[in-house]
């Protein structure tokens, strides 16, 4: 058996337990139980997941949102939350390739790292964003620049907080964006798909 269709009956495997199989995504991070883990697929393979509304009720307006990096477009009308592992790939292809074709939005980012080693380097690179003296402008430097400050101070954080609350709304793969009618999105997702759950939700919502 290939590589492609190992991983392909894996992803399989795992969906059935949290999500329902509908647009092309990417995943990268697969979780069971109470870690999420890494799995790269080469950005030009695709795979089909069909994505219904959240098997965990999510009330999109209750979500910590001081807990998330705030970033708005235009107006900020329309609204998401990310949750996004600080070592994800297709995370970061997603906020560069496919969130910054988004217009009038705005997006909460739940930024986590699933190693809870605070000496770890994912825990570095979270850190250094949460506790820079901008956290935008540091958050915009990582995801379009790959830039990681190194000359910061330790902070109090949400790090592990956001890890905790990914996992208790279900979210076991990232990117996941949760939309304001509370449906669920997972894996690397285009921006015109973006744009029509966006639809979709602020009607549905109204």
Not at 32 to 41: K, N, R, T, V
Not at 127 to 152: H, L, P, R, T
Not at 178 to 204: P, T, W
Request: proline share 3%; net charge positive.
């Amino acid at each position: 058996m290939n590589n492609i269709m190992k991983y392909l009956f894996l992803i399989i495997g795992f969906s059935l337990a949290f999500i329902n199989i509908s647009v092309f995504a990417k995943p990268l991070d697969v979780g069971q139980g109470d870690e999420i883990f890494h799995m790269s697929l080469p950005l030009s393979k695709k795979i089909a997941f069909k994505i219904s509304s959240s098997d965990t009720p999510i009330n999109f307006d209750d979500l910590p949102f001081n807990q998330s990096i705030k970033s708005i477009k235009g107006n900020g009308s329309k609204k998401i939350a990310v949750f996004y592992e600080i070592d994800c790939d297709y995370c970061r292809h997603l906020e560069r390739y496919e969130l910054s074709k988004i217009k009038n939005v705005t997006v909460y980012t739940f930024l986590f790292t699933n190693d809870e080693n605070k000496n770890a380097v994912s825990w570095k690179k979270a850190e250094s964003i949460w506790c820079a003296v901008n956290v935008n402008q540091a958050w915009q430097d990582f995801i379009f620049k790959d830039n990681i400050a190194s000359n910061y101070e330790a902070c109090k954080n949400p790090i592990k907080q956001n890890k905790i609350l990914a996992l208790k709304l279900g979210v076991k793969a990232t990117p996941t964006i949760i939309f304001s009618n509370g449906n669920k999105a997972v894996g690397m997702i285009k921006a015109k798909d973006i744009e029509q759950r966006l639809l979709d939700a602020n009607f549905y919502s109204n």
